[in-house]
């Protein structure tokens, strides 16, 4: 199967700029592509040690605006999505 990635980007007053590539053959959901966001920037943070991040990160719910699961996946390849944490 063909690797078919797509940027994710935090648009968030603590972590704004944080980037991660997703593969979308992964995911069948929103909710699938938020988990893997998040999974990931934790995992970033824990790696690093940012201990006050962490416990700030606990209060985020990142979402995404304006897309369906389908809008993504029928994207251009160089399409960047963002995540939101501040609404």
Known sequence: MEYNF???VASSE???????MIDLNKCDTLD????????RLHL?????NFIH????FHGCNFHIHGF?????????SDTVFYLCDHC
């Open 6 to 8: 797509r940027k994710f």
């Open 14 to 20: 603590l972590f704004q700029g944080y980037t991660t």
């Open 32 to 39: 699938d592509i938020i988990n893997i966001f998040v999974s």
């Open 44 to 48: 970033t943070l824990v790696e690093n």
């Open 53 to 56: 991040l962490i416990n700030r």
């Open 68 to 76: 369906s699961i389908n809008d993504i996946i029928l994207s251009k």
